[in-house]
């Protein structure tokens, strides 16, 4: 296999326990290198345990994990970058001093970390509040602060645990700007969050887990595809004249009227352009007929309560 091919992530059969509550059961998982993967689950599903089993924070009681092709020692760890859920910074210390403190601490020379500490706050909007201490900061300001850090040093892999809790829109959409630049220099990334809208917009593959186990593990292509065979097939349709045309139970299997459209869930094996051309025919006059993709949320929520 060529480095290029060599999965940022790999992990094969972790299995952790905690006394007699199993966290993470024969997990496997790879993603790719440049992508960005999201990782959903319910709460307490297994996620943060199998976060912490990638940064090597814990060990998992059976199974092997290879991260940037290797197993964990300082020299991968410096190449990754990490926001964990509950946020920590040294209250008293400086801004600009703390930044480039966090990136000598991933082997970034000082100086060098302080110019792109420098550059990173000017692009946040913070430089006017480099040289004040993290405790004067607004909860916001930290945030991207401690976000500052996860990147300062470069890193080839971005570890996010909610990295949009608790910002305001403008800010949501300049750290989702942020994220899509780093993958485009190459680095891998792999969020948590339980923003399913943010996780469609961001995610090119999508791994969820509940009750410690995968239950889904792809594209978001290949997972919506899979969704839309399995059943949830539906159309947004805004129609004149059409008769009798959506009581045709061979065709038709429920409708849910929306005031302005109706959404039309389509019988087991029929196929969209079946009922676009059956309207056709009886000479209706169609003014919306949309395919409806499931939505990445509506995936969720129906494998979390399965």
């Known amino acids: 296999m060529k480095a290029s091919e060599t999965p940022a992530i790999a992990l094969a059969?972790?299995?952790?326990?905690?006394?007699?509550?199993?966290?993470?059961?024969?997990?496997?998982?790879?993603?790719?290198?440049?992508?960005?993967?999201?990782?959903?689950?319910?709460?307490?599903?297994?996620?943060?345990?199998?976060?912490?089993?990638?940064?090597?924070?814990?060990?998992?009681?059976?199974?092997?994990?290879?991260?940037?092709?290797?197993?964990?020692?300082?020299?991968?760890?410096?190449?990754?970058?990490?926001?964990?859920?509950?946020?920590?910074?040294?209250?008293?210390m400086k801004v600009l001093d703390l930044l480039t403190f966090l990136g000598e601490l991933k082997g970034t020379p000082r100086r060098v970390a302080s110019e792109r500490a420098s550059v990173w706050l000017d692009r946040l909007e913070l430089s006017d509040w480099s040289d004040k201490r993290l405790q004067e900061l607004s909860r916001g300001m930290q945030q991207k602060v401690q976000f500052i850090g996860t990147v300062v040093h470069e890193p080839d892999l971005l570890i996010l645990d909610e990295p949009f809790s608790g910002l305001d829109p403008i800010n949501v959409d300049i750290l989702k700007e942020i994220v899509l630049e780093q993958r485009s220099r190459g680095a891998t990334v792999l969020f948590s969050t339980h923003n399913m809208d943010q996780a469609e917009r961001l995610c090119e593959r999508v791994v969820m887990i509940k009750d410690a186990h995968k239950v889904l593990d792809g594209t978001l292509a290949e997972i919506k595809r899979e969704a839309w065979l399995a059943g949830r097939r539906q159309i947004l349709m805004a129609i004149e004249g059409e008769g009798d045309l959506l009581e045709n139970r061979e065709l038709v299997e429920v409708v849910e009227d929306r005031g302005n459209h109706v959404a039309v869930s389509l019988r087991d094996g029929v196929a969209p352009q079946e009922l676009l051309a059956a309207a056709v025919r009886r000479g209706a006059l169609v003014h919306r007929f949309e395919v409806h993709e499931p939505s990445l949320h509506e995936i969720f929520v129906a494998r979390a309560r399965g």
């Open 13 to 92: 059969k972790i299995h952790k326990t905690y006394g007699t509550k199993t966290a993470v059961a024969d997990f496997d998982l790879e993603v790719p290198q440049g992508t960005i993967c999201g990782l959903l689950g319910p709460n307490g599903a297994g996620k943060t345990t199998t976060i912490r089993i990638i940064l090597d924070i814990i060990g998992p009681d059976r199974g092997s994990v290879r991260v940037l092709g290797d197993q964990s020692s300082p020299e991968i760890r410096d190449r990754i970058g990490y926001l964990p859920e509950e946020r920590g910074l040294y209250p008293k």
